[in-house]
């Protein structure tokens, strides 16, 4: 009972951590965004000087100048759910900056009966283990994709990093990554899709690791 206890107050404390980080991680990006659409008017005004002086090479470097920084800021995936573009495009953001590129292809529906706790729990955990499986192969091998969809009855997630040789389970289970004392999301994971009724896979082999969930129909909020 005790180490049940203490078990359920590490995982708290790690869902706590979880949020804060990946709010801070949205807050980052939005605030990006926010800046430079309020500098906007000013790159307008500039640009507009360089064309009354005819100095169109001027014109051509600060356009690809606006198109780079536009390129870090501009949301990537646009899934049609709020929390859903929120947490992807910040992880997103996040894995490039790591030099991990991201392929992405999300369509769900704009209001699910899922918290968007349990939203956060699952699409940020599965991120943040891609993201730390690829930092650990050379950076020319690296690879996330995404995938989510709505199948017949079921809300489709998947994630697929590379890897490197094929990993087995103990006991059962894919240990993390990073070794004893970790794995709390991978728990966290599996103990959010049990509550909603889904369904989980793990699947390893040489070169790629992936992970699917399915979610039940029943989760959605009717479109009206």
């Not at 800021?73 to 709020?82: C, F, H, Y």
């Not at 590379?162 to 103990?170: C, D, N």
């Not at 992970?211 to 479109?223: A, D, G, I």
Request: net charge positive.
């Amino acid at each position: 009972m005790f180490f049940r206890s203490r078990m359920d107050k590490k995982l708290a404390q790690y869902q706590r951590e979880l949020i804060e980080t990946h709010f801070r991680e949205v807050e980052s990006m939005y605030r990006e965004m926010r800046g430079w659409r309020h500098d906007y008017r000013n790159h307008i005004q500039l640009m507009k000087t360089y064309v009354a002086d005819g100095d169109w090479a001027a014109v051509c470097a600060y356009l690809d100048k606006l198109e780079t920084d536009l390129n870090t800021v501009d949301l990537a995936v646009k899934t049609g759910n709020r929390m859903a573009d929120a947490i992807l495009n910040s992880k997103i953001t996040l894995a490039k900056s790591r030099g991990i590129p991201v392929r992405a292809d999300a369509h769900i529906p704009a209001a699910l009966s899922i918290s968007d706790l349990d939203l956060c729990v699952i699409l940020g955990n599965l991120f943040d283990n891609a993201i730390d499986a690829s930092l650990a192969l050379p950076e020319d091998q690296r690879m996330i994709r995404v995938y989510m969809d709505v199948k017949n009855t079921q809300l489709y997630i998947s994630f697929t990093n590379r890897a490197g040789k094929k990993q087995q389970k103990v006991a059962g289970r894919f240990r993390s990554s990073k070794g004893e004392g970790h794995g709390f999301g991978l728990s966290r994971i599996d103990k959010t899709v049990e509550r909603l009724g889904g369904y989980i896979k793990r699947a390893s082999e040489d070169g790629a690791f992936t992970t699917e969930v399915l979610l039940p129909q029943s989760q959605f909020v009717p479109q009206k």
